[in-house]
């Protein structure tokens, strides 16, 4: 059955969605509504869906033997290509699965690594579903998969193309050894290309020291990109399919005319995403670890908002952003169809902000709240500096009020209310002496 598993793309091919779910599980399916989203964004084109309800996972087919047999009667009639279970599974549960219903099958940790192969563009993205990849093959390596590179049998002797150096030669390795030993090489020259990539996208977050920075982050496809082209103009990619873009992007955002907001967008988050991608992007991500805020955009007009609100945070504390200052944003409010459904979230979430990126409902409102959080404490200070260091004076004139000015000799003496935020940025400028003349909450 190995070329059965030649390629996990699903692209263009028909396919039989399966979900198991517990007999007695309190919580509500979704009817595999999200596991056909993410097959469509993929490509292929779903031509039937099976759900079971199991007592206990069926160690040989998950399933069980007879279901899986009914599930190969479904491949003839809908003449499916490809069967997508929204379980994670074992090799050898897909290979027996695959065994019995004589076509391809996937689980979702593999369907959602596809995606991400798929809308990877740039060359960190390229690398880290790579890496992603790699690391959930090695684990599962049970000769099942299509060798990923092409070696010759060591059977014993010393001829050409026998493998294994002085030593190791004689009855040779077992293949599964040599497939595991290119994997973890493979894996090992991913790091150290990636640690490449993040030394400079550490200089980049390094240089915005000083700058307000908001990160927009939710799950996918709840509407982070059409916000970020809404508030600062920006060009990001917005599609209606599950992660659209999977590539950080940075824009400026000038609130009040002279407030300014570095707001980053980053990759979707969604149910189960495998740990494995979670670790490869963490570079990506770096932008809500180092991130002032945190702006979850929540897709209000999703039955399924508050399993998602769990599933980003989830991934969120997984990442080390779990005590970060969040602002829950409920978009897409223009589109609900049950207003008890906003009701009960802004019940859950008395602080969140009700928006429509799409239409610009609530924009203001939302620009308000983060200028508070952006001014935090304000500060009146008194601060002198050479005439020479207009740094420091851009600085204050971008990030505060100047409310007077005063020269004397070669120094200027300047007042201005500025947010505490915004002090340590202000100290790296050269300053000769800085008075904080009065404190008070915004």
């Known amino acids: 059955m190995e070329k059965l598993r030649d390629t996990l793309r699903v692209r263009r091919e028909r396919a039989i969605l399966v979900g198991a779910v517990f007999a007695g599980n309190s919580e509500k399916s979704d009817g595999l509504i999200e596991l056909a989203a993410l097959a469509e964004s993929a490509g292929a084109i779903v031509v039937d869906k099976f759900q079971q309800k199991i007592h206990k996972i069926n160690a040989a087919t998950y399933i069980g033997k007879g279901k899986t047999e009914q599930l190969a009667g479904r491949v003839i009639r809908f003449n499916a290509d490809v069967i997508i279970f929204d379980n994670d599974l074992t090799p050898s549960q897909i ?3 695959e065994t019995i219903v ?4 996937l689980d979702r940790s593999e369907l959602i690594l596809d995606i991400f192969a798929t809308r990877a563009q740039t060359k960190q993205a390229k690398l ?7 690391e959930y093959t090695y684990p599962r390596l049970t000769k099942m998969w299509q060798h990923l590179d092409s070696v010759a049998g060591a059977g014993g002797g010393t001829t050409a193309g026998a493998v294994g150096a002085v030593g190791t ?25 990636l640690q490449e990539i993040d030394k400079r996208k550490i200089r980049e977050i390094d240089a915005r020291r000083g700058s307000f920075k908001a990160c927009l982050v939710g799950y996918t496809n709840s509407g982070k990109s059409t916000l970020l082209n809404t508030l600062t103009g920006a060009d990001a990619v917005t599609e209606d399919r599950l992660f659209a873009t999977l590539d950080t992007k940075t824009k400026k955002w000038m609130m009040d005319g002279a407030a300014e907001v570095l707001l980053s967008d980053t990759v979707g988050f969604v149910r189960n995403l495998p740990h494995q991608l979670v670790a490869s992007f963490k570079a990506t991500l770096e932008e809500a670890v180092n991130a002032d805020m945190l702006l979850h ?30 602002m829950e944003i409920l978009n897409k409010v223009d589109v609900i169809k049950k ?49 020479s260091n207009g740094k420091a004076q851009s600085f204050m004139r971008a990030y505060g009020r100047i409310t007077k000015e005063d020269y004397s000799g070669d120094s200027v003496i300047i007042e201005v209310n500025m947010g505490r935020n915004h002090l340590a940025g202000l100290q790296r400028l050269g300053i000769e002496k800085i008075e904080i003349i009065e404190s008070r909450l915004i």
């Not at 004589?102 to 099958?105: A, I």
């Not at 880290?128 to 790699?134: D, E, G, P």
């Not at 050894?177 to 994997?183: A, K």
């Open 95 to 97: 290979r027996e699965i």
């Open 102 to 105: 004589k076509t391809k099958v």
């Open 128 to 134: 880290q579903v790579s890496l992603a990849q790699l």
């Open 169 to 193: 030669r004689g009855t040779g390795e077992q293949q599964l050894e040599i497939d595991r030993r290119l994997v973890k090489k493979s894996i090992t020259e991913l790091k150290r290309q």
């Open 297 to 326: 955009i929540v897709d209000a007009a999703n039955p399924n908002a508050i399993k998602q609100i769990e599933a980003v945070r989830k991934v969120l504390a997984e990442i080390g952003c779990g005590d970060k200052p969040v």
């Open 339 to 387: 207003i008890g459904d906003l009701e009960l979230l802004q019940t859950l979430f008395p602080d969140a902000v009700c928006i429509s990126a799409k239409t610009g409902f609530g924009l203001d409102v939302l620009k308000n709240k983060i200028m508070e959080k952006y001014r935090g404490t304000e500060l009146l200070l008194r601060v002198t500096s050479p005439q």
